[in-house]
């Protein structure tokens, strides 16, 4: 009887520890302590999480004070996802602008000095860098976050980033493998599928996975994409001839031979949770190969933390997942907590939480910056009217971030005002064109080439008022428009600070 208990709870804790569960608030609630306390051994931030990095800070010490070797995971690639500063948009560019710049060492000063602000908070696992390669334009959800379409490029910027984020005693988490760079739908909503060859997905997907696994990125996150090259049967996150026989599997089996551990992409997407549902799902992901099960997005509280618990466990009982794959999974997990926490004392930046300054992301952002029709360009003399051409959230990205040059051109120009105008607003142009009467216009748009409404009003826009400047925030794609035309490659608010530091003083 002793025996049977024994191995009751060993498993009830390592079930407990391959779970990344997200919670709500700015403090831990008790029930979160209580799960750690009980085996939980990594956690979940989002922005709704963090008001400052002095509370960001408390908050992870008293994580700690339960368990000392935790996992504290954030989803910050800096651009235009950011947690840590949700609420006012990045101070550092995110991967395309640092793409297109190209220099290395800058992706490795940038992730190097993000990772430090995220250690000083606690916080000791990024799932990022993106190592996606955007080989399709139409992409809906990876765009601006992939540092570009070339394979090559994006493995040594991924490479860099790693190093720098590693550096700083942060852990680095790849994603989303086996690439998500060639899709046209988004993985939140449904399940997306590339049907490239093996040959393509070598020669191009998989480049900056294996060039990162070579660097030594602890982590690589799973992506929810169907594959049928690999098996035509399940997404990624499921498929155990992605996870353990291409990633995991040794160079010499044609794998990728990562050693380090594989969280899955959110389990309450709908590509997951709406298919399989989310218990299933994660069985399924544990069985397959993955080490780390991410929820709570969408999802918090502990009552999802004990669904998924229980089901982990009863797999095993009912010989759907095997104990020895459960033990070594949560092996994995808490092999990265110890790693995390020695890193963190041998970084040196485990000091105090601090705010970014906008200083080498400024720097990045400014370098990052294409300029059309500069020559003939003249600075407004009076202020000027900002419409922001917005398409719908990307729910990565989240719809409380703010995004474009306003705040600072009406910073830098007094008395400069601002609409915010959508798909469905009717002659988009026309609206514009009133609500700014006499003032001089500034289109901002965010992909354009994607949305045929927004197209649509900046040619009229340009048409009606030549002396329109446009800002393109997304991936530039459309023929450049406006007496001015500045592509800054991201939307973060270091970007749109580059952009109106241009249109004010030309």
């Given at each position: 009887m002793t025996t049977s208990l024994r191995a009751s709870d060993t498993l009830t804790r390592d079930a407990l520890a391959v779970l990344q569960p997200g919670f709500a608030g700015t403090s831990a609630p008790s029930w979160l302590l209580r799960q750690l306390d009980e085996g939980l051994t990594s956690v979940g931030l989002f922005g709704r999480n963090i008001d400052s990095p002095e509370q960001l800070a408390l908050l992870t010490e008293q994580l700690r004070e339960v368990r000392p070797e935790l996992l504290v995971a954030i989803d910050e690639e800096g651009g235009d996802v950011t947690r840590l500063e949700a609420r006012t948009g990045s101070s550092y560019p995110g991967n395309l602008a640092l793409g297109h710049i190209d220099d290395p060492d800058l992706t490795r000063a940038v992730a190097h000095e993000l990772g430090g602000r995220l250690a000083a908070a606690g916080v000791n696992l990024n799932w990022a860098p993106s190592a996606d390669v955007n080989s399709n334009p139409d992409n809906p959800v990876i765009g601006v976050r992939s540092f570009g379409g070339d394979p090559e490029?994006?493995?040594?910027?991924?490479?860099?980033?790693?190093?720098?984020?590693?550096?700083?005693?942060?852990?680095?988490?790849?994603?989303?493998?086996?690439?998500?760079?060639?899709?046209?739908?988004?993985?939140?909503?449904?399940?997306?599928?590339?049907?490239?060859?093996?040959?393509?997905?070598?020669?191009?997907?998989?480049?900056?996975?294996?060039?990162?696994?070579?660097a030594g990125s602890k982590c690589v996150m799973s992506a929810h994409i169907l594959l049928p090259a690999l098996d035509a049967a399940h997404p990624g996150t499921l498929s155990s001839a992605a996870l353990t026989g291409l990633l995991r599997a040794p160079r010499s089996e044609g794998g990728l031979g990562h050693e380090g551990l594989i969280v899955t992409d959110g389990m309450e997407m709908q590509a997951i949770s709406a298919t399989y549902g989310l218990e299933r799902g994660s069985v399924l992901a544990l069985a397959a190969g993955a080490d780390a099960i991410c929820v709570g997005g969408g999802l918090s509280g502990e009552d999802t933390v004990l669904r998924l618990r229980d089901a982990l466990v009863g797999a095993v009982r009912d010989g759907e997942l095997t104990e020895e794959r459960l033990a070594d999974a949560a092996a994995r997990v808490r092999s990265l907590a110890a790693w995390a926490k020695g890193a963190r004392g041998r970084s040196g930046t485990g000091g105090p939480a601090g705010h970014a300054r906008d200083g080498i992301g400024l720097e990045a952002a400014r370098r990052a910056l294409v300029v059309t029709g500069l020559d003939g360009y003249r600075r407004p003399s009076g202020p000027g009217y900002v419409a922001a051409l917005t398409p719908l959230a990307n729910i990565a990205v989240g719809d409380e971030t703010p995004w474009g040059p306003a705040a600072e051109l009406e910073r830098m120009i007094p008395g400069t005002r601002t609409g915010t105008y959508g798909s469905t607003d009717g002659d988009v142009a026309a609206t514009v064109l009133a609500d700014a009467g006499d003032r001089p216009v500034v289109a901002v748009v965010r992909d354009l080439h994607r949305h045929p409404w927004m197209a649509q009003a900046v040619e009229q826009l340009v048409a009606a008022r030549p002396s329109t400047v446009v800002v393109e925030m997304g991936v530039p794609q459309a023929s450049p428009q406006g007496a001015l035309h500045v592509a800054t490659r991201g939307a973060a608010r270091v970007c749109g600070r580059a952009a109106a530091e241009v249109i004010a003083r030309g």
């Open positions: 490029l994006v493995a040594r910027h991924t490479v860099a980033y790693v190093e720098g984020l590693q550096a700083a005693g942060v852990a680095a988490c790849v994603k989303h493998f086996p690439g998500h760079g060639d899709t046209a739908v988004d993985s939140h909503h449904a399940v997306p599928r590339i049907d490239a060859d093996l040959a393509t997905l070598r020669g191009r997907e998989l480049v900056p996975f294996a060039a990162a696994v070579d």
